[in-house]
């Protein structure tokens, strides 16, 4: 640990200059006071984050079971979940789903709804506090409970059909439909991505409009000329984020299915799969495994996103 | 303005009096939707807080928000709907909040301060492998976390929930504060260093006076994720007296959910409102704390 700072900045190139003698010296000279502000967030990043990271690496070439020493297995638990394990490729369909479904949806309603909101509308502090409300209450488990009840066969939403003659099905205990009551939890939290644009949307310069309507552009133009080329860093912003949610999502599936991922595993997503299989069956080794996958697939889209961001997001520098 | 929309006219060709009109419309129409909206979103919440209020037999047969006679039996009952009252859990959670915002307004801010306002070696590497933890999935961390608290017999206890904040384990809050900080100008450290101050004595006597925004946007944040926060408790706690609101509240559903909704949505509905209330008293804190993350400075 010493000896990795410097040698690390070495690589990165970010300070010039010859590299410390010894810890000793580095702390007393002017790095010495950096470190130890930094000291508490040393401990958390290589006792937490970093240790943590490589052992789970370590673990899912094994069957640790969390009672018994953990045994070697090669790529056993990667082989099974790449041949043999339908819940797998059952939980990686829900998760992408969930999130190719939701995010754009999200996205697409508070950009709609801060469009709307910008144009100088008298109230808009109180609709942007109602449209802001569900996302801060929506990670809580009364929210699910709520969620439970509004599909549920006897539910809100039936009975809000049946005024007009439908008879709704059990919205959350039917394969086709139990989903998409998730992927509406999620939408009806577009609030805080929504404040995000809102936010951009005030930093796009008024007098480029003045100088696109002198020059006879109309509303669709400059919307698709100023406002979108300008805000697609938000953009960009929150769909990273946005995502990377969508597939931490865990609570509401959990308590709407009773962590089950049930009927026929239509909810199970990716986290409550892993989630079963090491605290249901206690399979930390193979829950490593799928770990360590999520891992990847999550670096593997980050880093696509920021790859080809750089075509179609722009940034004024 | 008002030359501004008059020149608008005459280049577009309008007239003053169909525009006006045409803005008038397009106006009540945009009320009109978000109004529709609003209640869209809302209804379900105010629906379960009159739901909490109904006799019992009342519930699923009316849609009106209005009950036809108040009832508080629902919070009654469900108040002690578990082997245990919900005062215990409240305070379980609120001890848990109180200490996580501590950890992290301590721990993030040290962090924060260093990687805003210091020079030392590897600076900018650290940096990036701070942003980097902001994307990490927490379940790769899980399990040997898991290992190590349950080795040091912490299960049970609320210290895997509270250590890793004094840790600043929360990046998200270091990356917030970072941003808050280089917005201070640099001249006041400067200035301090002149005259012979300390980086702890600027830390805490210059900065941190100046960033009680920032402070009390993570305080307000860490309430909030702290207090809905369902996983961990999951994982940490399995004695119901050590439970959190949102555990007790999933043990409510497994336990009645069926025989008993009305204390289920009253307990629901109680589980909201601290959240609630900081929404209320500190909704401009949060919604600058929302926007400034996706800003740059």
Redesign the interface.
């Known amino acids: 640990m010493a000896s990795a700072?410097?040698h690390?900045?070495a690589q990165?190139g970010?300070?010039a200059g010859a590299a410390?003698p010894s810890w000793w010296a580095?702390a007393r000279s002017?790095?010495?006071?950096?470190?130890l502000?930094?000291?508490?967030?040393f401990?958390?990043?290589f006792?937490?984050?970093l240790?943590?990271?490589l052992?789970?690496l370590y673990?899912s070439f094994t069957d640790f079971d969390?009672l018994t020493a953990p045994h070697w297995n090669g790529g056993a638990n990667f082989v099974r979940i790449f041949t043999a394990d339908a819940k797998f490729i059952q939980s990686m369909r829900v998760t992408l789903f969930f999130v190719i479904v939701s995010v754009p949806l999200k996205l697409a309603f508070a950009l709609g709804?801060a469009l709307?909101?910008n144009?100088g509308?008298r109230?808009l502090p109180i609709?942007?506090?109602?449209?802001?409300?569900?996302s801060?209450?929506g990670?809580?488990?009364?929210?699910a409970?709520?969620?439970?009840?509004?599909f549920a066969g006897?539910g809100?939403v039936n009975?809000?059909l049946l005024?007009f003659g439908i008879v709704g099905p059990s919205w959350i205990s039917n394969p086709r439909y139990s989903l998409w009551t998730l992927i509406a939890l999620a939408v009806?939290q577009f609030g805080?991505p929504m404040?995000?644009f809102?936010?951009?949307l005030r930093?796009i310069p008024l007098d480029m409009y003045?100088a696109a309507?002198?020059d006879?552009a109309g509303r669709w133009r400059m919307f698709r000329k100023i406002t979108l080329p300008l805000l697609t860093?938000?953009i960009f912003?929150?769909a990273?984020i946005q995502t990377?949610e969508g597939?931490?999502s865990?609570?509401p599936a959990?308590?709407i299915s009773?962590g089950t991922g049930n009927p026929i595993n239509s909810t199970l997503f990716y986290?409550l799969y892993?989630y079963q299989e090491?605290?249901g069956f206690f399979r930390?080794g193979y829950?490593?495994a799928?770990?360590?996958i999520?891992?990847v697939i999550?670096?593997l889209f980050?880093s696509f996103s920021f790859l080809t961001s750089k075509y179609w997001v722009h940034y004024d520098n | 303005m008002i030359t501004d929309v008059q020149r608008l006219t005459v280049v577009t060709g309008d007239s003053g009096e169909t525009t006006r009109l045409r803005k008038g419309a397009l106006s009540l129409l945009a009320h009109g939707l978000l109004t529709l909206a609003s209640i869209l979103m809302l209804y379900p919440l105010l629906w379960m807080l009159s739901a909490s209020f109904r006799p019992e037999n009342e519930i699923f047969t009316a849609t009106s928000l209005w009950p036809s006679s108040w009832s508080i039996q629902s919070y009654i009952r469900g108040w002690t709907g578990l082997r245990i009252g919900f005062d215990t859990f409240f305070l379980n959670s609120l001890i848990i909040a109180v200490l996580a915002i501590i950890g992290n307004l301590a721990t993030c801010s040290l962090a924060a301060f260093a990687f805003a306002r210091l020079e030392f070696r590897g600076r900018r590497f650290w940096f990036a492998m701070m942003l980097g933890t902001l994307m990490l999935p927490y379940q790769v961390t899980l399990i040997p976390q898991y290992v190590l608290f349950h080795q040091l017999g912490w299960v049970n206890t609320f210290l895997p929930l509270v250590v890793p904040k004094f840790l600043a384990a929360d990046s998200f809050f270091i990356f917030l504060m970072v941003q808050f900080f280089r917005g201070l100008p640099k001249e006041l450290d400067e200035a301090a260093m002149m005259d012979g101050c300390s980086p702890w004595r600027i830390y805490w006597k210059i900065l941190l006076p100046l960033s009680t925004p920032v402070l009390a946007t993570a305080a307000i944040f860490t309430f909030i994720w702290t207090w809905d926060d369902f996983f961990a408790p999951l994982i940490y706690l399995s004695d119901i007296r050590t439970y959190t609101v949102q555990l007790a509240l999933r043990t409510f559903v497994d336990s009645s959910a069926e025989s008993d909704w009305g204390g289920l949505f009253a307990m629901s509905t109680l589980t909201l409102v601290p959240v609630f209330i900081f929404f209320l008293v500190f909704q401009r804190l949060l919604i600058e704390g929302i926007a400034t993350t996706g800003m740059k400075r």
């Open positions: 700072p410097s690390e900045v990165g970010s300070v410390a580095a002017k790095n010495g006071p950096g470190y502000f930094l000291l508490p967030w401990i958390g990043f006792g937490l984050t240790g943590p990271i052992i789970s673990l969390l709804v709307l909101l144009r509308m109230g609709y942007r506090a109602i449209f802001y409300l569900p801060l209450l990670a809580s488990v009364a929210i409970v709520l969620w439970r009840q509004l006897n809100l009975q809000f005024n009806w805080s404040i995000i809102l936010a951009g930093q003045e309507s002198l006879g860093p938000v912003f929150n990273i990377i597939f931490k865990f609570t959990f308590i009773g986290t892993l090491a605290f930390m829950a490593s799928l770990a360590w999520l891992l999550v670096a980050t």
